[in-house]
Structures are given as C-alpha cells and as structure tokens.
C-alpha cells in the first residue's frame, strides 16, 4: 500500500486514465476483427479487388491501432510521471 496521502489517489488516477485510453483502443479491435471477418466470408464470391480493399482496410486499422497505442502509452507514462514527482 502507498505509504504517503496522496499517492493512493494518484495511482487510481493513473488506473482511471489507462482504462480511458483502453475503451476506444478495444473498439478499433473490435472494427479491425469485424472487417477481417468481412473479407473472408465475400472471399469465394467476390472480386479481388474488394478483397485487396478489405485487406487495406484491416492494415490500416492496425496501423491505427499501434498509433492510439503508442500515443495512450506515452500519455499514461507522463501522468505517472507527473504524479510522481509531485508532492
């Protein structure tokens, strides 16, 4: 347990803000396996070219993925920082 007043606080708030970050980066999961999913049920009756579309759209949404990713990351780590290092 912390051991000075208001590190308990500051610590739920590093928690609070990286389940802030974790809800829009579970969406764009959700979408990316969605569209996955699209691009292999309209495979055996469709063009390869709205499977190529399909399959630009996944890599594309992980490369959003990795970007809110990294982004959350540094922003979690700042305000840990910052709450460190106050008193």
């Not at 063009?47 to 990795?66: Q, T």
Request: charged share 15%; proline share 5%.
């Amino acid at each position: 347990l912390p051991d000075k007043p208001g590190e308990l606080q500051r610590v739920a708030g590093v928690i609070a803000v990286f389940f802030l970050c974790a809800v829009p980066l579970l969406q764009m999961i959700v979408s990316r396996v969605l569209f996955q999913i699209a691009a292999a049920v309209v495979q055996p009756v469709s063009d390869k070219r709205l499977i190529r579309g399909l399959s630009g759209a996944v890599r594309a949404v992980d490369l959003y993925i990795y970007t809110v990713g990294v982004g959350a990351l540094l922003f979690i780590s700042s305000i840990a920082m910052i709450s460190a290092f106050t008193t």
